[in-house]
């Protein structure tokens, strides 16, 4: 059965600049149609550049039979390195939908693609795996007439904050947990289709970050020195609604934290790969995800 696929999409601008550090690239082959959407570090003409190589890259690969493996490695190679974070960074979801009724989707860092059937949110099964050093969230699945998946983009926000916090604590700065949600709840509220925050900015840094849903206070925030910085923020925003988490590295790590993290992130992807069987509770504990404490 061939299908009909029609696309939009559209791109805001942060507030006084002149291009867009989100970029869409869309491909009609032979067989299906391509979407990627990259979101670059920063904003601006930086960001710009490092999306259009990104989602430039990968569908040309792509439209030239080559695997996402092979793109996604291109991309390590390609990308110019950042000077303040000294990495070469960019977000990226892949969207790829047969015209005989499969589809195939990528996802590194953004949120998670929506998928509507029959009017209703349903969940796409995903594996999650490293290609080239990047953890991504890879699907096959197929789909059905009036299927509709939409592909957003949160880091915008969260890419300009963290250049934003590279640049303040490179400068000697001095700042503190309640600092850093202030500053990156400033940059959400920049971007003109945002309508206020999902919930209130947890910043927890060392210690503080093993406090379930911690609000730093002015007057005891921590002072961000050699540690780990969890930040878990979300917007509202017209086309949707986002929750992100991230745990950062400020200053120097010690071994024990690189394994805790290590170990943090070895549960999430045994989770993720559970199996549940129907009907059972959420008492059920899969394998590999075990008592021991970080």
């Keep these: 059965m061939m299908m009909h696929i029609d696309i939009a999409w559209k791109s805001l601008n942060k507030y006084g600049e002149e291009l867009c550090g989100d970029k869409v ?17 920063g904003s601006g003409v930086k960001a710009n550049i490092l999306a259009s190589l990104t989602s430039k890259i990968i569908i040309t690969m792509l439209q030239e ?42 996802e590194f860092d953004n949120p998670a693609c929506i ?23 890879e699907s096959k699945f197929d789909i059905a007439l009036g299927d509709m998946f939409a ?5 915008v926000a ?3 904050f963290y250049a934003l ?12 947990e309640s600092d850093v949600a202030n500053m990156l709840d ?30 730093p206070k002015r007057e005891t925030a921590a002072v961000l020195t050699d540690g780990l910085l969890l930040i878990d923020s979300g917007g509202q925003y017209e086309a949707g609604t986002t929750d992100i988490t991230r745990m950062t590295a400020v200053g120097r790590i010690d071994d024990d934290m690189k394994r805790d993290v290590t170990l943090v992130l070895k549960a999430h992807i045994a989770l993720a790969r559970a199996v549940v069987p129907a009907g059972r509770g959420g008492r059920i ?3 590999g995800c075990g008592r021991r404490g970080v």
């Design 158 to 160: 969260l890419c300009e």
């Design 285 to 287: 504990r899969p394998a």
């Design 186 to 215: 400033s940059e959400r509220a920049a971007r003109p289709d945002n309508r206020g925050l999902s919930f209130g900015t947890i910043s927890a840094f060392g210690r503080n970050a093993a406090l379930p849903h911690y609000a």
């Design 151 to 155: 592909m957003v983009s949160d880091g």
């Design 65 to 106: 039979g080559l695997s996402v493996d092979e793109a996604v490695d291109t991309i390590a190679h390609t990308l110019p390195i950042c000077k303040v974070r000294h990495i070469a960074y960019s977000t990226f979801s892949i969207l790829q939908l047969f015209h005989d009724g499969r589809a195939y989707l990528v």
């Design 115 to 137: 998928f509507i059937r029959n009017g209703k949110l349903m969940d796409i099964p995903y594996e999650i795996r490293e290609i080239a050093g990047k953890t991504v969230r």
């Design 165 to 176: 916090l590279d640049e303040r604590l490179a400068e000697g700065a001095v700042l503190t």
């Design 25 to 41: 690239e869309i491909v009609h082959a032979q067989d299906s149609d391509i979407l990627v959407l990259s979101d670059g570090l």
